[in-house]
Every structure is written in C-alpha cells, then in structure tokens.
C-alpha cells in the first residue's frame, strides 16, 4: 500500500460457503489494484445460518480477522469497519454500490470503478458469483495473482475455536469418517447418529464450520492449480 490511497472499499458477499473464499481473494487483489483500503467484507450468507451467536460478526465467526490484517499488511490496508462518519454516510445510500461480474476484468476496476472510488472516497461491492476477478490475469500482473495466493493460503485462517475443535475431532479420528461418507446430505448438516452421539451438542454448533473446509475444498484447489501454472509457467514463485 502507498500514501496516496484512493478510499475504501467495502463488501457483501453471497453465495455457499465454497464460495466465500474465492470471493475474498478477488476483493484483496482488487483493493490492491485499486490502492484502496479494505474493510473486512461481510459474508451474508452465515448470518442466516443456524447456531451463530451475536457476539460474532459474520467474517470473525469464520475466520481469525486479526490474522487476515496482520498477513496482508505489506499488500493492503485491512480495517475492521470504516470510520463513523462514513458509516452515517453509508446508512444514507451516499456511496456507489457496484455488482461486478464473476470474471470482470482488471480494465473494468481501473477504468469504470476506480473514477467513481476517487470522487466518493467510499465505494460498496455486492459480490455474489464466487468473484469478482478474472481467474487468470496477464503476466504483467503476476504480483496479483500471487496475492490471491497469499489471500487463500495464509491470510485466510480459522478462528482458534475452530480450528482447536479440528484438533480434537482428529484425534478422535473422526473426521476420516467424515471424509468418507461426505456426500449432499451431509453438506446441508445432516450428521450420521453414530457420529453425533460422540459430540457435545456445541461441538455440532461448531462443527458445522468444518464444513467450510470441505465444501470449499474445490474452490481451494482451483486456487492452487492457478498458483501451479503461473509457477511452470514463471518457472516458479514465491507466494
């Protein structure tokens, strides 16, 4: 990030929970394209989800939101919310609200929405595809596509409780069996009895998060087979 930024962005995203995290790589690399602060987006979709307690807003209830800032400092300035002004000025509708498509184009942020970011300071994103960013940009912008890299693999961290009850579902070797038996039934929260029955019933409530691991297993790995061909193509990286 450089000392002239632009303003800030702010974000809804919609959608699975696969596609939350593709979603929010895209964000990081347009904040970054745009030289623009990011304010933690809000994920929609688990706020209607059952068991959240309102202690939590909807990225911390997933993800270490400290983690996520600290990860990306050298990238992107990360904030928590906006200012209390704008946020007055956010009730009141006074900032543009784009929906950029799935793919949109780097052209698309730098010639249609980074105009409108430097006359508003403030900008919204409704972000419902799984993205928001072409998945392979040109080789001109390869610091980008790294970033996405670093988005998903190491900014992008369990909140301690979730990750501290994976730990113990491993070592009860439960999550094989998970694994194994993992089909759509499964995916919309319907657990086996003969693996309930060994769970505290706020470990089900949380479990539920593990979930996001395994559905988003896909988007994760489309993420690593971009990272891999910019890799052989580049004749390799570090992300």
Known sequence: PTDSNN????????????????????????SRLLNATLVIPEIQ?????????????????IYNEDQFIAALT??????????????EARKQNKFPIISPEYSASPSFYLNEVLPKLKRSKVIG??????????????????????????????ALEFRPEIKALGI???????????????????????WAPTF????HPLEMTQLEQLLFFL???????????SCQWRWEREGGFSI
């Open 168 to 190: 113990q579902i491993v070592e009860r070797g439960a999550l094989a069996n998970v694994v194994q038996s993992f089909d759509a039934d499964l995916a919309g929260g319907i």
């Open 125 to 154: 994103f409704v972000i419902t595809g799984g993205g928001c960013l072409q998945s392979i940009l040109p080789p001109t912008l390869a610091e980008y596509q790294r970033l996405r890299c670093r988005v998903a693999f190491v």
């Open 74 to 87: 050298n990238d992107v300035i990360v904030v928590k919310s906006l200012p209390k002004s704008l946020k």
């Open 7 to 30: 303003g800030y962005i702010y974000a809804k995203i919609y959608g699975g929970f696969e596609k939350i995290r593709s979603s929010i790589c895209d964000l990081v690399a347009v």
């Open 196 to 199: 309930r029955k060994n769970l």
């Open 45 to 61: 979709e688990s706020l209607r989800s059952k068991g959240i307690s309102s202690k939590f807003k909807s990225f911390s209830y």
């Open 215 to 225: 559905l988003d297993f896909a988007s994760i790995m489309d993420r690593a087979d």
